[in-house]
């Protein structure tokens, strides 16, 4: 414990201008237990004349500590690009050969994944080159799971968009039942959507996804990838735009 208190002291130390001179002593020799002990009242004193400094290296440690995790997810997204962007498994809606992908992190039953959803629409809607990827992430309950693996099946019958768009815009929380309502409205043939939802490569592309996720750091819906950007929350249109932008001008 003793020697836990010296290093915190002595990186204190360095406040003011102490540090130097006793880090340089102990390269040579021991440092006496009553030269530790006036470091340690001076560095006190110090500190309880300017408590300000213990702020500022807070602070300090943690935009490091941010930017460490900056780069980490830099790193981590460049690492998996072929999993986020490619996985033959995720769905794709707008141009497959756009010159900028946004992929999108969502839950049928998310509030907010259903209020982002218009924003997403209209980007695909307004331009040609861009290209959407969707990753489900059922987290929010069995519903949220029925969904997942219907709207993967549904790609059998090429029909996940519409089907994709009427889920995000139910009234209520999706289940069971008003999944396969939702699918008959849209014209799919629910009993062989019910065949193809036990594949098991709809299963896994579910757990894919969310070991992905939580690789990612996700931990709320929705959330997109945008380059080597990961951006959580509802955010709007606008702000998805400008993301877009960056990505093109490789800013």
Not at 68 to 81: D, F, H, M, Q
Request: with cysteine; aromatic share 6%; hydrophobic share 45%.
């Amino acid at each position: 414990m003793r020697r836990i208190l010296f290093s915190v002291l002595l990186f204190a130390g360095f406040a003011i201008g102490g540090g130097w001179l006793i880090l340089n002593a102990s390269a040579q020799r021991a440092i006496s237990e009553p030269e530790l002990d006036a470091f340690e009242e001076r560095v006190r004193t110090y500190l309880l004349e300017h408590p300000e400094v213990i702020m500022e290296a807070l602070q300090v440690l943690q935009d490091r500590q941010r930017a460490a995790e900056a780069e980490n997810l830099k790193r981590t997204i460049a690492e998996r690009s072929a999993e986020i962007l490619n996985d033959p498994d995720a769905p794709v809606a707008g141009n497959p050969s756009g010159d900028a992908t946004l992929v999108e992190f969502f839950d049928y039953n998310c509030p907010y994944c259903r209020r982002v959803a218009p924003a997403v629409s209209g980007l695909i809607d307004d331009d040609p080159d861009l290209r959407v990827v969707y990753k489900e992430i059922p987290i929010l309950g069995p519903g949220s799971q029925f969904a997942a693996r219907a709207a993967l099946a549904s790609r059998a019958q090429g029909k996940y968009l519409e089907f994709h768009e009427a889920l995000m815009n139910a009234s209520q929380k999706v289940s069971e039942d008003s999944v396969l309502e939702i699918a008959r409205e849209v014209g799919l043939d629910v009993d062989r959507l019910a065949e193809d939802m036990e594949d098991p490569s709809i299963e896994a592309a579910i757990t894919r996804n969310l070991e992905l996720a939580n690789a990612l750091g996700i931990t709320g819906t929705p959330s997109f990838v945008i380059g080597d950007q990961l951006v959580p929350g509802a955010v709007d249109r606008a702000t998805l735009e400008g993301l877009i932008t960056q990505l093109r001008r490789g800013s």
